[in-house]
């Protein structure tokens, strides 16, 4: 098989990588990777490091927007994996445009590429985001998307091109939501990287609002045996969301992340809360589940390795911090 997977060296595309080559869904077989990737500040070749020698990788530097290339790149691949996106929040809420640029407009161009190219399947990776905020219960992928941030309307249009794609030309087009994820390798603009560096280097870290602001926690790994499971048996025009089951406050994480570092809570600044901040997120995966989904990695476990990984790399993480430093 071959896959063109895009946003290949961010934090969760290269993850799949990794993972797809190193057999862990499963016999690879034949599999050939196009690892395509623009490389704007999130994504890093180091992240690629373990297999950049691999003969079944392929590199390419490059941008979804960019017809051309697509056009060149798509032919001749069984099945395109769509990680590539812009993602902070924060950042979206500085400026949309770029975020409208590659998740609405740079989908669209990779699910044209992939139609005239005729790929026989298509993933597309989304976000619970999309659905809102949600005071009781959980999502099922029915709910409205009702998106508060720029960067979760951006997805959000993304997806609905995604069913649109399957709806009006008949694509095999699959979408998935997942919850918040962690693991190795997460670039540390996002919230347990960023306390866990922050912390490290003996820095205080910022909490949003009263803190109180719940997510569902889901490790990299779990997210992207997902996604394969999708790949390999999802439906045409469905979406499935993918959890963790681990829902906690901010507040809670960070008394976590706190005792994991060895660190007390005078350490915890609170900030102005974040413009538009959804209260809670939380997915219903009982569609992903019935095709035999379920998280393997106890929260718990996962925190403390993440947290033991960022311990042990410092020189993957110090540059990035430095990069962050002087935006």
Request: aromatic share 8%; charged share 25%.
């Amino acid at each position: 098989m071959r896959l063109l997977v895009t946003g290949a060296a961010g934090f969760i595309g290269s993850t799949y990588v990794r993972h797809v080559l190193a057999g862990a869904y499963g016999d690879p077989g034949d599999v050939r990777i196009t690892a395509l990737d623009k490389l704007t500040y999130a994504g890093n070749t180091a992240n690629l490091a373990e297999v950049r020698d691999d003969p079944r990788l392929t590199f390419v530097r490059g941008d979804i927007c960019d017809t051309a290339l697509l056009a060149d790149l798509l032919p001749g691949h069984d099945a395109v994996v769509n990680f590539a996106a812009e993602s902070h929040v924060d950042r979206s809420i500085a400026g949309a445009a770029d975020f409208v640029r590659t998740n609405v407009l740079g989908t669209q161009a990779l699910l044209s590429a992939a139609r005239t190219a005729r790929v026989p399947r298509f993933v597309h990776i989304s976000t619970d985001e999309v659905y809102g905020s949600i005071e009781t219960g959980s999502w099922t992928e029915d709910c409205a998307l009702l998106a508060n941030s720029p960067y979760a309307a951006s997805k959000a249009g993304a997806d609905i091109l995604a069913r649109s794609f399957a709806r009006t030309y008949g694509m095999d087009v699959s979408v998935t939501r997942c919850s918040n994820n962690y693991g190795p390798y997460q670039y540390p603009e996002k919230l347990i990287p960023l306390f866990v560096t922050n912390l490290l280097e003996g820095r205080e870290v910022p909490l949003y609002g009263d803190g109180l602001c719940v997510r569902d926690w889901l490790h990299v790994d779990d997210h992207c045996r997902g996604i394969q499971l999708v790949l390999e048996q999802g439906r045409p025009g469905e979406a499935y969301n993918i959890g963790g089951g681990e829902e906690l406050t901010n507040v809670a994480l960070t008394h976590q992340l706190l005792a994991a570092c060895g660190a007390g809570p005078e350490r915890i600044v609170h900030v102005p809360d974040r413009p538009g901040h959804d209260r809670r997120y939380s997915v219903d995966d009982r569609k992903l589940r019935a095709l035999g989904y379920a998280p393997r990695v106890p929260f718990r476990d996962g925190l403390a390795r993440t947290v033991e990984w960022y311990r042990d790399h410092p020189q993957w993480w110090k540059p990035l911090r430095q990069e962050l430093a002087a935006v």
